[in-house]
């Protein structure tokens, strides 16, 4: 046997075996693949199945194995601490997390820091624990900006009623905050009630109809979600009351984009869930793999209104994914 023949034989029954390329070789050791898990706050709210869209997107991009973890019941402690402890366990190489309760959620979130699983949080900040990066929006922003779209368009003056989300979340409190810094600002907006609706549709439907029985007037709603603004403008147009009240989100979820599109819901601030689940794995993954990441990425704040909701009328299957390095440089400009 001549030696070109001897070598071919090796390469074939290492190919065989299983050994891969050797190393030294042009191609070298393929990487090993990253396996992360991405926790969602429900599986009933369409912003978080945008959030896992654009978080599958990334992964695919980037050829990682990502999981999907979320309760069952919507937002509850209980399930996600028990989801959060089983995968510590299983020790994946990475967790892209938000929390149900930012505060509740510390303990437990804890463990995958000791266990030294990294950690990248997207959309609900938490303190106390160590984090790579944060992929999220202003919150009290969106709730001051989306707010004063509306007190605007009411020519500053007017009653109102704000509809809150899960009182115990970061973000429904930013909001709110956003929401009354707003209101400082317009002394002729006359607030009628403030009430919890949970960020969820029918809560928020059953709170509104009992508001709508006290006021006979209301010009203007801010709902801390679009998923309860659905419903508010469900509950006005059951009442006969759709075209008196301006009613205003966040997230401009489909049903509410079409809503948007239709003249029956007057706008809402994209919090853009599928950019955060995009960049909040991407972020891992370049962290994993040795790059530098900054330590938060905040969106900007968009209003979706009739005149300019085309591009939210798409699902988020077909939305295009945000450019990292324009992502990277703005935030870069936002802290100069």
């Known amino acids: 046997m001549n030696r070109r023949a001897y070598l071919l034989g090796l390469a074939t029954a290492a190919a065989v075996l299983g050994f891969g390329i050797m190393p030294g070789t042009a191609q070298g050791i393929s990487q090993k ?41 919507p937002d509850n402690i209980e399930e996600q601490t028990r989801l959060v402890e089983d995968w510590v366990v299983k020790k994946p190489d990475g ?15 804890q463990k995958a820091n000791q266990a ?11 303190q106390d624990v160590e984090v790579i990066s944060y992929v999220g929006s202003d919150d009290e922003t969106i709730g001051y900006e989306v707010s004063k779209f509306l007190f605007e368009s009411l020519g500053g003056k007017g009653k109102v009623v704000h509809i809150d989300g899960v009182p115990a979340a970061i973000t429904a409190q930013q909001r709110k905050l956003g ?11 006359e607030l009628l009630a403030s009430q919890p609706g949970n960020y969820r549709r029918l809560p928020a439907i059953q709170v509104f109809e009992n508001l709508m029985q006290r006021f006979p007037q209301v010009d203007g709603v801010v709902s801390a979600n679009d998923d309860m603004a659905v419903g508010i403008v469900e509950a006005l147009q059951g009442a006969g009351r759709g075209d008196k009240t301006k009613v205003v989100g966040v997230d401009v979820i489909p049903d509410a984009a079409s809503l948007i599109k239709d003249g029956k ?4 601030a994209d919090y853009s869930g599928h950019d955060q689940g995009y960049l ?4 891992m993954v370049k962290h994993l793999r040795g790059e530098k990441v900054p330590s938060e990425i905040i969106l900007p704040v968009k209003i979706a209104t009739k005149a300019n909701i085309d591009p939210w009328l798409a699902p988020p299957e077909q939305r295009p994914v945000p450019n990292w390095d324009q992502v990277v440089a703005s935030q870069r400009k936002q802290g100069s």
């Open 116 to 126: 030294k699983i990294p950690l990248v949080v997207y959309s609900n900040r938490m």
């Open 265 to 268: 819901m007057f706008g809402s």
């Open 179 to 189: 929401f009354e810094r707003a209101r400082k600002e317009y002394p002729n907006i």
């Open 280 to 283: 909040a794995v991407k972020a």
């Open 95 to 109: 967790f892209v997390f938000v929390p149900v309760d930012f505060r509740a959620m510390v303990p437990t979130v």
């Open 33 to 73: 693949e990253l396996h992360l898990v991405m926790f969602l706050k429900n599986v009933t709210n369409p912003f978080w199945r945008a959030v896992r869209v654009g978080g599958e997107k990334a992964a695919k991009e980037l050829g990682v194995k990502l999981e999907i973890a979320a309760p069952t019941k």
